[in-house]
């Protein structure tokens, strides 16, 4: 199983990215996936989660913000951020849990700065 992230990139203040991330290889079903963040000299962080039923659970820091939704027949999880703050500059990882393993993706960097 290996995830591709894609989407990042550099965004003014107030701007907005939308991260995608693929899960290929093979597995009979992807359960919950999510999104990373981890920022220099900090912890990774969980910034959104989506359960297989489709429960979200967002961070404090982007609820209102963000947008997390995946397209399950393309094994695909979306991250929409909006109004993007200086302090939302990380490098972002997809996660995804298929069956009862855990597996990560190879991270994408999001530099918001103007």
């Known amino acids: 199983v290996q995830l591709q992230a894609s989407g990042g990139g550099l965004v003014q203040p107030g701007g907005s990215l939308r991260l995608s991330c693929v899960v290929s290889g093979r597995f009979f079903s992807i359960n919950a996936m999510g999104w990373y963040r981890q920022a220099p000299g900090k912890q990774r962080e969980l910034v959104v989660g989506?359960?297989?039923?489709?429960?979200?659970i967002y961070a404090d820091s982007v609820k209102g913000r963000s947008t997390i939704s995946r397209h399950n027949a393309e094994n695909t999880v979306y991250l929409q951020m909006n109004t993007l703050k200086p302090e939302d500059t990380a490098v972002y990882y997809c996660?995804?849990?298929?069956?009862?393993?855990?597996?990560w993706g190879q991270g994408t960097q999001v530099t918001v700065s103007s």
């Open positions: 996660n995804a849990m298929v069956g009862w393993s855990n597996y």
């Open positions: 989506i359960s297989g039923g489709g429960t979200r």
